[in-house]
């Protein structure tokens, strides 16, 4: 049980460069979430996915887009990188069951660190 | 959407117990209180949370106003790797997202 993957490590973009920063989870859960953290700061929502085929915006989605075809993958792309998106991006899923009022705690990937340059 | 306030930072002595505050005045009926910590260079890991009693676990405790509108989370005996941002966040369940703020962090003297 791998838990929440998120590949790659690292990289570094040219501005106007595209890419896809990838999240995989193997704990079948419905809800997937992407964040941003800049240095020093909290997390922001950038989207996040209630299930397969469904995905909804949070607090910073502008330049960004998402896509969840199946339950464990929920891939993040930035189209024209530009220095703003400079940022480590976090990957989280967390089960929601809809029929109650039950919490649920969020477990996170290790982060991807992107430098726009 | 329910806000929470925390100190900036704090600071506490290796071995010793630590308090952290979370002001969370207009939180609503359905909000749970939930506590998150970041460790140096890795994403947030989930604490504890609570709705309306005091809660333990095997990382820490979690202590309720009676009002609700303040919590306190409880490290029983600081380690220096307890160092972290320590986030206070309310999640109503019926909502699809949980919003983080900016957090406490947490200094451990040795």
């Known amino acids: 049980n791998a838990g929440v993957t998120q590949t790659p490590k690292f990289r570094i973009l040219k501005i106007g460069q595209s890419m896809t920063l990838q999240c995989t989870q193997d704990m079948n859960h419905n809800y997937m979430y992407w964040y941003r953290q800049d240095p020093g700061m909290g997390l922001k929502l950038i989207y996040y996915s209630v299930g397969a085929g469904i995905t909804d915006k949070g607090e910073v989605p502008n330049g960004y887009n998402v896509s969840r075809s199946t339950t464990e993958d929920f891939p993040l792309r930035l189209e024209l990188a530009a220095p703003s998106q400079t940022s480590v991006y976090f990957c989280?899923?967390?089960?929601?069951?809809?029929?109650?009022?039950?919490?649920?705690?969020?477990?996170f990937g290790p982060g991807t660190r992107l430098t726009v340059t | 959407d329910a806000k929470t306030t925390q100190p900036n930072s704090m600071e506490s002595n290796e071995e010793e117990p630590v308090h952290l505050p979370c002001n969370h005045s207009?939180?609503?009926?359905?909000?749970?209180i939930h506590w998150y910590r970041q460790l140096p260079s890795q994403g947030p890991e989930y604490v504890i949370h609570?709705?309306?009693s005091n809660v333990n676990n095997r990382m820490a405790s979690l202590a309720i106003a009676e009002d609700r509108k303040s919590s306190t989370l409880i490290l029983h005996r600081a380690t220096l790797r307890d160092a972290a941002v320590y986030y206070c966040i309310l999640r109503d369940p019926r909502d699809d997202k949980i919003i983080f703020g900016k957090g406490t962090r947490l200094h451990i003297l040795p």
């Open positions: 609570g709705l309306t």
């Open positions: 207009t939180i609503s009926g359905t909000d749970y």
């Open positions: 989280a899923s967390s089960y929601s069951a809809t029929d109650s009022y039950l919490s649920y705690e969020q477990y």
